[in-house]
């Protein structure tokens, strides 16, 4: 599931200004690089020198912001990383781009498909000179 490419991602900004009030500012904005690295590789490694450069900040940085954000990424089954929130969002959006494609499926196998045989229209007879108006 998490090989799954998904574009978009829901963002709640008072959401994220509640969870983070009194963080220093490096705090905050390594937060959001992982966040959006952790929707777009589906979980983060555990080795905090990449995290550092997933967050493109320098290690003294990332020594800064880290406390706060530890408990934000827990280590899941697979070894990875990950957000919880952020996972619970990637369950939504899979199940509705899988919703869509189904969808979307139906709809062009009903457009692309022929009719079944009671339901095709006889052609209609060739047009004769007799037909024409003059």
Same mark, same amino acid.
């Given at each position: 599931?998490?090989?799954?490419?998904? +574009? *978009?991602?829901?963002?709640?900004?008072?959401?994220?200004?509640?969870?983070?009030?009194?963080?220093?500012?490096?705090?905050?904005?390594?937060?959001?690089?992982?966040?959006?690295?952790? *929707?777009?590789?589906?979980?983060?490694?555990?080795?905090?020198?990449?995290?550092?450069?997933?967050?493109?900040?320098?290690?003294?940085?990332?020594?800064?912001?880290?406390?706060?954000?530890?408990?934000?990424?827990?280590?899941?089954?697979?070894?990875?990383?990950?957000?919880?929130?952020?996972?619970?969002?990637?369950?939504?959006?899979?199940?509705?781009?899988?919703?869509?494609?189904?969808?979307?499926?139906?709809?062009?196998?009903?457009?692309?498909? +022929?009719?079944?045989?009671?339901?095709?229209?006889?052609?209609?007879?060739?047009?004769?000179?007799?037909?024409?108006?003059?």
């Amino acid at each position: 599931m998490s090989s799954q490419r998904l +574009s *978009w991602v829901p963002w709640y900004p008072s959401d994220f200004i509640g969870s983070t009030l009194g963080w220093p500012l490096i705090a905050r904005g390594v937060y959001r690089e992982l966040l959006d690295a952790n *929707w777009l590789q589906g979980g983060l490694p555990d080795d905090l020198e990449q995290l550092a450069a997933i967050a493109r900040c320098t290690a003294s940085e990332f020594a800064q912001a880290w406390p706060y954000l530890e408990d934000k990424f827990p280590i899941n089954g697979d070894g990875k990383r990950k957000n919880p929130r952020m996972e619970e969002h990637r369950l939504t959006a899979v199940a509705m781009v899988t919703k869509k494609s189904a969808a979307g499926k139906k709809g062009a196998e009903a457009r692309w498909s +022929s009719p079944p045989a009671s339901k095709k229209k006889p052609n209609p007879p060739p047009i004769t000179e007799d037909d024409i108006p003059y």
